[in-house]
């Protein structure tokens, strides 16, 4: 999602961002968001901040034919790449560029909001989950995911591009890990007007193949694209080798794999008319 310009990215860099940040750091955490919102056939679904469309396509899967499903980010690469993609079978999913301060959807029109990995982006946390309450019917679930911290990768590849590139690089590359806490995503789900809101914390080994090449990979699907092509070989080479040594310790004779953490967090709408303020 693009947020005062925060990780909005060009149709190439989302194409990379599809082929190797998808597969590898967001797309094994997908299933268990979807099966946290206890999704059936025949259900309305929002994938809100839905990027090129992981979450959305396993969404249409579980919906069904009979279920209709809708994906919306901000970022127009994003959704270009979506709807460039094969459909998935199920659900037909409408892709709609869209605010999450804003959602282009009519009150108390979907079952069930997805987000993962979004609401860290969103300038105002506090409307955007009122608007997520709004288009949920009575009874509609929401089930939503950011980072638990930085963690591990993602902090050794901001040490790295602070050294070799820049202090502001590297708060560019780790803006999608500053996140809320869990006793903040609590005060907002109630806040705007959510029950039996449950926030837990997921964990999953998480594989990365050839870490010095992938974290390059990585990068150019990322809002600092530009500036990590803009530097020199060498410097490029370094920020690889770097992360490559950090990594080590986990290593697994087919690259690394190292443990991560998110929140998630599922909730119910409530009575309508009852929207804190």
Not at 18 to 38: F, Q
Not at 213 to 233: C, K, M, N, W, Y
């Amino acid at each position: 999602m693009k947020t005062n310009g925060q990780w909005h990215i060009a149709r190439e860099a989302a194409e990379l961002y599809e082929r190797v940040v998808v597969p590898h750091i967001l797309g094994p955490w997908a299933p268990s968001l979807v099966d946290a919102a206890r999704l059936t056939g025949g259900e309305r679904v929002l994938d809100l901040a839905c990027g090129t469309g992981v979450v959305t396509r396993i969404a249409a899967q579980l919906a069904g034919p009979a279920g209709r499903v809708t994906g919306i980010d901000l970022n127009a690469g994003m959704i270009s790449v979506a709807r460039s993609l094969p459909p998935a079978p199920g659900a037909p999913i409408e892709w709609r560029e869209g605010s999450a301060l804003a959602i282009p959807l009519p009150d108390a029109s979907v079952d069930v909001v997805l987000c993962q990995q979004g609401l860290q982006f969103f300038p105002d946390k506090a409307l955007a989950m009122r608007e997520m309450r709004r288009v949920l019917c009575r009874g509609g679930r929401l089930a939503l995911s950011v980072w638990s911290g930085t963690g591990i990768y993602n902090t050794i590849v901001g040490e790295a591009l602070a050294r070799f590139a820049s202090e502001e690089i590297a708060s560019l590359f780790c803006a999608s890990r500053r996140v809320p806490a869990k006793e903040e995503l609590e005060r907002l789900a109630v806040g705007a007007g959510f029950a039996d809101v449950d926030v837990r914390v997921g964990r999953m080994n998480i594989h990365l193949p050839s870490v010095d090449r992938f974290v390059l990979e990585h990068l150019a699907g990322t809002p600092v694209a530009a500036s990590i092509a803009a530097l020199g070989d060498a410097a490029r080479a370094n920020i690889g080798a770097l992360v490559r040594r950090e990594m080590e310790r986990f290593g697994d004779g087919d690259g690394v794999t190292y443990p991560e953490e998110s929140h998630i967090v599922t909730a119910r709408s409530g009575e309508r008319g009852k929207l804190k303020p």
